[in-house]
């Protein structure tokens, strides 16, 4: 049976991946982004239906859940990133609470809302996929500590979902190679120390990250909800 996908944050990278995995399989998929030349491009690629948002936006969000219809399977967010490359170190208090609020509204509140939004419309047997970070586990910044609140919040929601036939899920990436996420300021040094971090001595790749959310949307996966499942190949490990 065809599902309906949403990917937030899918022109690019990991949540591209994603998009495309749910489509290669014959789901109908729906991607949003803030740069409309960008999305429509990978909306080509890939197939999928193209709706411009900032995740950040209420307006935009509601807009976005009604071009999603009345159905919905599926919901992967994907849209966040590192608002410090984005911008100069703070220095002021001022420039500090800025770049907080920066991150946590582009990663946990941007997650917040979409899925308030679409809520309503998840059918039984729908999965919520929010796509975290290893650095929720050294949370000292901003990014890490909006991540780390995502993983809390997906937790809670699976709790509050659960009765509805629904699973809520984290993914937490290491370092993924093929990405913008560093916005160039990734160092050979740099990118040389996290793969020596990992037991198997590669770099992640976006596709590692799109089979798992395409396993945890899956029947085999109705039993696994409220967890936070790691993809950084040995970079932390749990127990």
């Known amino acids: 049976m065809e599902r309906i996908v949403l990917v937030t ?9 994603v998009a495309q995995r749910f489509r290669a399989a014959g789901d109908r998929v729906i ?34 859940a ?27 208090l001022s420039e500090i609470a800025d770049a907080w609020r920066a991150n946590l509204a582009a990663n946990l509140i941007s ?9 309503p419309v998840l059918r039984r047997g729908g999965t919520i996929i929010t796509i975290g970070s ?9 990014y890490g500590a909006s991540k780390a609140a995502l993983a809390a919040w997906t937790a809670g929601l ?5 009765a509805r036939g629904l699973t809520a899920n984290t993914i ?31 770099p992640g790749r976006p596709e590692d990250v799109a089979e798992l959310a395409y396993f945890l949307a899956s029947p085999g996966a109705r039993h696994i909800t409220g967890q936070s499942l790691h993809v950084n190949g040995g970079a932390y490990t749990t127990r």
């Open 172 to 202: 937490a990436p290491g370092y993924i190679e093929d990405t913008d996420y560093f916005r160039g300021r990734l160092t050979p040094e740099r990118r040389e120390r996290l793969i020596a971090s990992t037991h198997d001595g590669r």
């Open 134 to 142: 290893i650095g929720a586990e050294y949370a000292s910044t901003s």
């Open 9 to 17: 944050g899918a022109s690019g990278g990991i949540g591209r991946a």
């Open 66 to 92: 009604g071009r999603v219809g009345q159905v919905l399977d599926v919901l992967v967010n994907c849209a966040g990133g590192n608002t410090d490359f984005e911008r100069p170190d703070p220095t002021t």
């Open 31 to 64: 991607i949003t982004g803030r740069d409309a030349e960008r999305l429509s491009a990978t909306a080509v690629e890939i197939d999928a239906t193209p709706v411009v948002c900032d995740g950040t936006d209420p307006q935009q969000i509601g807009t976005l």
């Open 111 to 119: 997650a917040v809302l979409t899925t308030t939004a679409v809520l």
């Open 158 to 162: 699976s709790a509050e979902v659960g």
